[in-house]
């Protein structure tokens, strides 16, 4: 419910606490994740979505709430790295799958850019 999210924190907890598995426990990670993104806590959101991301390697909704929460700690070029590659990963859209390997490979560029400002112009046609 919104505006009590502070007050789901220990329910979360205490389920997760009890030994929840699959579906239901995958749903108690994603849900404190974004409970303690949504109430500013980022650091500890981005430890359960860590966690979510190690127990269900498949699930892809842990990378994107995780992108989120790296954008709230400052880490804009990862977050959007990860996005880019779930992009990539998941669109059976034809124009992006036309060119997923360029976009792969710009996400990957991401990690290695330095914060100084970008001439792309050598990336585009100017025709």
Request: proline share 3%.
């Amino acid at each position: 419910m919104l505006g009590l999210e502070k007050e789901a924190i220990p329910f979360y907890k205490n389920a997760l606490k009890q030994g929840l598995a699959g579906q239901e426990r995958r749903g108690a990670l994603l849900g404190l994740g974004s409970t303690y993104r949504t109430i500013g806590e980022y650091h500890k959101s981005k430890t359960v979505f860590e966690q979510g991301m190690q127990e269900f390697p498949t699930a892809n909704e842990f990378p994107v709430f995780y992108a989120m929460t790296l954008h709230n700690l400052g880490n804009d070029r990862k977050a959007l790295e990860i996005l880019l590659h779930k992009l990539v990963e998941l669109t059976v859209d034809e124009g992006i799958q036309r060119y997923k390997k360029a976009i792969a490979f710009y996400a990957d560029q991401l990690a290695t850019e330095k914060n100084s400002p970008h001439n792309y112009s050598s990336h585009t046609s100017s025709s």
